[in-house]
């Protein structure tokens, strides 16, 4: 299966540390070779990185693991082909505007006979199942709130009810944002850790690096961290059970209740600066 990684934070942090790790999974420690792909907010910008090659092996990796990009929200993808051609319109994650934000978005899994009907507003420019499913889910939030981006409550509910269909024609996980929010469903494997004062020291899983974050953070950061499977060793991590979609925001789970509204919202620190590591 391809790999997911996502990141979000109440302060803007880099992913340098996770990154290290998940890079190794594409061609050294783990056998998907068919591409990667990392995006970054910045604001109401996103900066992207895409190549086609194995992420153990690029040099656009090796520049992204040293590079610590600040942002709120982070979307990652190492990609096994199952649908399109090994190319680079086929790698993961994709991007699209809607309600005048940029909306990032990467899938693991295989949606089979998906074959959805497009009002044209939105098409796919490669060939993958998943840039299709994209396109299919923005078409229909386009269509249902056409007033314009509507309350984190109704926003996922929607995307709850659009990812049990889709997730009927075959594996769905993905993750998606659009730089506020990161949604994260699992329909057979995804889990995540949340990490807070007192900070651990934490150990990647698929390299020899560790790193204390009390020695990085300040004790108002906090810091989501989504992945396919955890990325340390020393960590407990959460798993998130199939069949569900979970909101992250200001770096952790909003409260969900039954799974359908989003209970409350976590407020920014006033005073916290950036988080260097995560």
Not at 18 to 37: I, L, V
Request: aromatic fraction near 10%.
């Amino acid at each position: 299966m391809c790999q997911l990684l996502g990141m979000n934070c109440n302060v803007p942090t880099d992913i340098c540390f996770s990154f290290a790790g998940f890079r190794a999974r594409g061609g050294r420690t783990d056998h998907h070779r068919d591409g990667w792909g990392i995006a970054f907010f910045e604001g109401t910008g996103v900066r992207m990185f895409l190549d086609p090659a194995p992420s153990a092996h690029s040099p656009v990796a090796e520049l992204v693991k040293h590079y610590p990009i600040r942002s709120l929200n982070v979307i990652a993808h190492i990609r096994k082909a199952t649908q399109g051609e090994v190319r680079l319109e086929n790698t993961h994650p994709f991007q699209r505007e809607l309600w005048g934000r940029y909306w990032i978005f990467a899938h693991n899994g295989n949606l089979r006979a998906f074959a959805p009907t497009l009002s044209g507003r939105f098409l796919p420019v490669g060939t993958t199942d998943s840039e299709l499913a994209f396109c299919a889910i923005l078409d229909a939030l386009a269509s249902r709130f056409p007033q314009g981006r509507p309350a984190p409550a109704e926003l996922h509910g929607a995307l709850r009810e659009l990812a049990c269909e889709i997730g009927g024609q075959g594996e769905f996980n993905f993750l998606l944002s659009d730089g506020d929010w990161l949604f994260a469903h699992c329909s057979s494997r995804l889990c995540y850790i949340v990490r807070q004062a007192p900070f651990p020291v934490a150990h990647l899983s698929d390299e020899d690096l560790a790193v204390d974050f009390n020695e990085v953070t300040t004790p108002d950061d906090r810091v989501a961290v989504i992945a396919t499977t955890a990325l340390t060793d020393n960590e407990s991590w959460t798993d998130i059970p199939p069949g569900t979609l979970v909101a992250f925001h200001n770096g952790a789970p909003a409260p969900l209740g039954d799974g359908t509204t989003v209970a409350q919202d976590y407020p920014r620190p006033s005073a916290a600066g950036p988080s260097p590591n995560a």
